[in-house]
């Protein structure tokens, strides 16, 4: 059964720090897949967040660049999101994607599993 589990949501204040994980089953190995973030805010479309392909090649949304980095633990087959100097506008639920194409997507059309997301809230 192929799963991606997130974890490490939660409540923050303006400014501060939060590491988000994604943990695959042994039917996704991570150092074969690309893995996407994406989020959806409540009345909003998902969009994307960043990526990191089994190459090692990543990819992030403008609003996010040099405050959220993606990283692997290939020891846990695990993929970390993790985010500082976080804004209320972050408030989202946050999902993690996979898929078999050694690029990193940007689009939730173009990623074959899903996770059940997390909620992240950004307080100000």
């Known amino acids: 059964q192929v799963q991606l589990v997130e974890s490490g949501g939660g409540l923050v204040q303006a400014g501060g720090s939060m590491r988000l994980s994604c943990a695959a089953s042994t039917d996704i190995f991570i150092s074969s897949t690309t893995i996407g973030w994406f989020r959806q805010a409540p009345g909003k479309e998902r969009e994307f967040v960043g990526g990191?392909?089994?190459?090692?090649?990543?990819r992030y949304h403008d609003s996010v660049k040099g405050r959220f980095t993606i990283s692997r633990e290939h020891a846990k087959n695990t993929v970390y999101l993790q985010m500082n100097n976080l804004k209320p506008e972050d408030t989202a639920v946050y999902y993690c994607?996979?898929?078999?194409?050694?690029?990193?997507?940007?689009?939730?059309?173009?990623?074959?599993?899903w996770g059940q997301g997390t909620q992240v809230t950004v307080s100000s």
């Open positions: 990191i392909s089994w190459i090692g090649d990543s």
């Open positions: 994607a996979a898929r078999k194409v050694p690029t990193v997507g940007v689009g939730p059309g173009e990623y074959d599993y």
